[in-house]
């Protein structure tokens, strides 16, 4: 998916909602634990039940893959029924050696088709450019995350003169690797207060925004401080939309829980953009 076409999604359904798939078989409700597959059930559900109101899905690949290889194929069903224009984010968080790198974007890209894949900064060039290599598809670097961890490395400052934290290097030297059109960047709705800087460094990339619902960030505040002219952000969901209720009325308290983020994000798309 290119990003005039993620954009166009955008405009369309007033909405930047992406909503995570991190579904646990240990919150499904009660009722599927009979189904041969409740975890493909509930996602089914889920997704039939919301995917008017938001333009990307994320899957949180551990949870599948702490399943074993039932997981996988939860995972693989999960992406057929997923809307072929609605992006999809495998967000695996991987990164390794050059030739393990490139076995790794067949899997997501190839094997799989997601659109984007979430990827770690810290092994450098060789270890992100093998998932650059093919045209629609996406890395999402992890620059400034969502948890209190990010202070250990990401919010180290360089002695190279200018100060910088490590995180605006990531921005700053990853987009020698890539255009916009081809390189987002993860930044936590909870690092409010360092959105500004991320837009200096990287005005025109999308962001990939969790933090907001369960982990408390606000949506306002990283809307209007992160927004470019194409909107620019995706902002995360999960646990706060999938697991609204954990009855019969799942699917409808899920879609009630995105209905609410993507009323707020109507008003502020025609306010900000
Ligand atoms: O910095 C980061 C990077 C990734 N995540 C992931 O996003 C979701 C958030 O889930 P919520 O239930 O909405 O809190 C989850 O898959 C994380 O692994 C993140 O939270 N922060």
Redesign the pocket.
Known sequence: MTREQLFEQILNKKSYLCI?L?TDPLKLPQHLLDLEDPVFEFNRQIIEATADLCVAY?P?I?FYEAQGPQGWVSLQKTLQVIPKDIFTIA?A?RGDIGNTSELYARAFFENMDFDSV?VAPYMGADSVKPFLTQAGKWVIL?AL???AG?QDFQMLRLEDGNEEYLFEQVLRTSQEWATADQLMF?V?ATQADYVQRVRQVAPDNFLLV??????GGSLEEISRLGMNRQCGLLV?????IIYASSGYDFAERAREAAFAVQREMEKLLEELL
């Not at 969790?210 to 982990?215: C, E, I, K, N, T």
């Open positions: 995570g991190d994320k949180n551990a967000d968080k979430t992890l995350t969502s948890n990010s993860v936590g969790p933090g907001v619902g369960a982990q995360n969901s999960s646990r706060a």
